[in-house]
């Protein structure tokens, strides 16, 4: 019963909480450790990459925190309520992060769910100070109040939600498996040219020459390291056996170099009035450069617009500003805005080919482009886009064996999605204690 339940405050349930390191530590490239913020924080975990600052052993050790496995990151300096465990990772944090150590006697998954609710969110984006940069003071942390249940009702409740976490962590580590094999492949094909290649060295050793091309047998190795399907001696009879010179370089034989209108038409988002976007859910979501990345558009609109298109599951949507990503869309039909544009294939084209040849041209765009405030992608660059593109007997083989990765990527970001609802639709109920767990069919 939630009038059980006793309110307490954050401070009660932690050990320990404290900010990071406000200055700039001394990074070194090679360092052992990595200088964190709170954009590193995200769904649970800490996330690095390529552009993450590091450290050294000793830097690190000047800015060391008490950082254990009962600790909490959140971010509480620029982007507001990121959240994620410390699983021993090396790190130094940053000011835009603080930890919490959660005492013994209290589940830190159900802290973590406290921590993700609408109701602490809320709380530290309405406290929340400065006027460009948003920043919530560790105190009004500690002052946080919320309602705790006995241990078992805690690992009880946070069991129920983790199972859905599990679930959706399951669905992105699938796809980021997909994605990884519609990549191998596109290269092997369209990068590399290893069937090419590879019938080359066949072709030599059938004409006594076997070294004519290098190690055949290290190029039949690389070919059996993907799925097999290259050596396919149906699939093989689809590729040229010899090169020639393009605008590219050098290109399988009879391949040809072309403008990347050959296989996509491009839309255009439309300008609709900023003045009838709301967050009611009144009319249809649209989509804006900031909801790409998670494939939740932010706000509605009722407008009609005459030169609107509908963003489709399985479209492949390009920011035109800030950066450009192609985005395969996984969340549901919505209105394009304007500087967001759609590649789409053309007839009996194959989404696969056109989202992997254009990543790197979008990539190289993004990397030429020199501003003081925000980059542009604009229409001359896209018009200067160049491709190579195979015979249709290759690209039919290859949408064969990608169409099918390509469309459970979109129903397991869908499926995902779904649980994600379920979970946050759960999640204040579950732990304020107005929903009981036998009202959902949980039996201890």
Not at 113 to 142: D, H, P, W
Not at 199 to 226: Q, T, V, W, Y
Request: hydrophobic share 40%.
């Amino acid at each position: 019963m939630s009038a059980e339940w006793r309110q307490v405050s954050l401070l009660e349930v932690t050990s320990a909480l404290g900010d990071g390191l406000h200055g700039t530590p001394e990074y070194d490239s090679n360092g052992d450790y990595f200088f964190i913020n709170g954009n590193n924080l995200s769904n649970g975990k800490i996330i690095f990459n390529d552009s993450t600052k590091r450290v050294s052993a000793v830097e690190a050790k000047k800015h060391r925190k008490n950082l254990t496995d009962r600790t909490i990151l959140v971010s509480i300096n620029g982007t507001l309520g990121n959240v994620a465990f410390y699983a021993g990772e090396k790190v130094v944090l940053g000011k835009s992060a603080c930890y919490f150590n959660v005492v013994e006697g209290v589940d830190k998954y159900f802290i973590r769910y406290i921590l993700a609710s609408e109701k602490f969110q809320g709380y530290i984006q309405n406290l929340a100070t400065g006027s460009t940069i948003k920043n919530v003071s560790l105190k009004l942390m500690r002052d946080f109040k919320f309602s705790l249940p006995s241990i078992d009702l805690q690992q009880q409740v946070s069991g129920i939600l983790s199972r859905l976490d599990d679930r959706i962590t399951l669905l992105r580590e699938s796809n980021a498996t997909l994605e990884a094999i519609a990549q191998a492949l596109f290269k092997s094909w369209f990068v590399d040219f290893d069937p090419v290649r590879a019938n080359i060295a066949r072709r030599s050793r059938e004409g006594g020459n076997p070294d004519a091309m290098g190690s055949s047998e290290a190029l039949d190795s690389r070919l059996r390291e993907n799925d097999g399907t290259v050596l396919d001696e149906a699939t093989a009879r689809l590729f040229p056996d010899s090169f020639e010179e393009s605008a590219l370089g050098l290109v399988p034989r009879g391949w040809r170099v072309d403008s990347v209108y050959a296989v996509t038409t491009l839309v255009y988002g439309a300008a609709f009035a900023s003045k009838q976007f709301n967050s009611s859910k009144d009319g249809v979501p649209l989509i804006r450069i900031r909801d790409l990345r998670d494939e939740a558009p932010g706000v509605f609109t009722p407008e009609v617009h005459p030169k609107g298109y509908m963003v489709q599951p399985g479209d492949i949507v390009v920011g035109m500003d800030g950066e450009f990503r192609a985005y395969l869309w996984g969340g549901e039909p919505a209105w394009l805005n304007q500087r967001v544009c759609v590649f789409s294939p053309k007839a009996d084209r194959n989404a696969a080919f056109i989202h992997r040849s254009i990543m790197p041209l979008l990539a190289a765009v993004e990397a030429s482009e020199t501003a003081t405030t925000v980059i542009h992608l604009g229409k001359n660059d896209i018009d200067r886009f160049r491709i190579l593109i195979p015979d249709d007997h290759v690209l039919t083989s290859f949408g064969q064996l990608t169409d099918g990765l390509y469309s459970q990527i979109v129903s397991n970001k869908q499926c995902a999605r779904t649980l994600a609802a379920l979970r946050d639709t759960l999640l204040p109920r579950l732990i304020s204690g107005k929903l009981q767990l036998n009202e959902i069919g949980y039996e201890n």
